[in-house]
T-cell receptor, first 114, second 113 residues
């Protein structure tokens, strides 16, 4: 089954404790992206990757890091989480960077930083 | 600066009637628009899209209308069904930015019996 998976689905942590949220897709997609969803703000892009070893900042990259060492994986790293990073996070992927490539989303990771 | 706006946070419609969800945008460089549907505890799923060179696109019960001069698009669902109850996000793609999408804030649709 074609899908985007994220782990963990739920995480409660404390300020400053480094964490990684994993994202994996099995569709051989080139483009991957991370979003956060906050009430009243919709989905905002954090980082995206056009292909292996090619990443770039989205609209709200502060406090986050990413890497793309393999095509299928795109982990989101919070080196020193803060309470304002409490949010619902979504990973997405699409076939390529061309026209009309719909994005497929993972199920989401709900992160709480105390 | 919210470039894609969904001014109605929620909408309630009776089963069988038409649901109309609205979206406004400010950036004239957007060239492709999409609607995503999101159920609780799931990621958004693609619903329907429209290119800026068209003014209407239809897929079964779902129709998207685009008014470029007004920078406005709308999603019509006819007839509405209880399974359509979800949050709907409007999204727009900027010309030349590949797959980068700018999302609206979402509208929660409740279809009542």
């Amino acid at each position: 089954e074609a899908q985007v998976t994220q782990n963990p689905r739920y995480l409660i942590t404390v300020t400053g404790k480094k964490l990684t949220v994993t994202c994996s897709q099995n569709m051989n997609h080139e483009y991957m992206s991370w979003y956060r969803q906050d009430p009243g703000l919709g989905l905002r892009q954090i980082y995206y990757s056009m292909n292996v070893e090619v990443t770039d900042k989205g609209d709200v990259p502060e406090g986050y890091k990413v890497s793309r060492k393999e095509k299928r994986n795109f982990p989101l790293i919070l080196e020193s989480p803060s309470p304002n990073q409490t949010s619902l996070y979504f990973c997405a992927s699409s076939l390529g960077s061309g026209v009309f490539n719909e994005q497929f989303f993972g199920p989401g990771t709900r992160l709480t930083v105390l | 600066d919210q470039q894609v706006k969904q001014n109605s946070p929620s909408l309630s419609v009776q089963e069988g009637r038409i649901s109309i969800l609205n979206c406004d945008y400010t950036n004239s460089m957007f060239d492709y628009f999409l609607w995503y549907k999101k159920y609780p505890a799931e990621g958004p799923t693609f619903l329907i899209s429209i290119s800026s060179i068209k003014d209407k696109n239809e897929d079964g019960r779902f129709t998207v209308f685009l008014n470029k001069s007004a920078k406005h698009l709308s999603l019509h669902i006819v007839p509405s069904q209880p399974g359509d109850s979800a949050v709907y996000f409007c999204a727009a793609r900027h010309t030349g930015t590949a797959s980068k999408l700018t999302f609206g804030t979402g509208t929660r649709l409740q279809v009542t019996l």
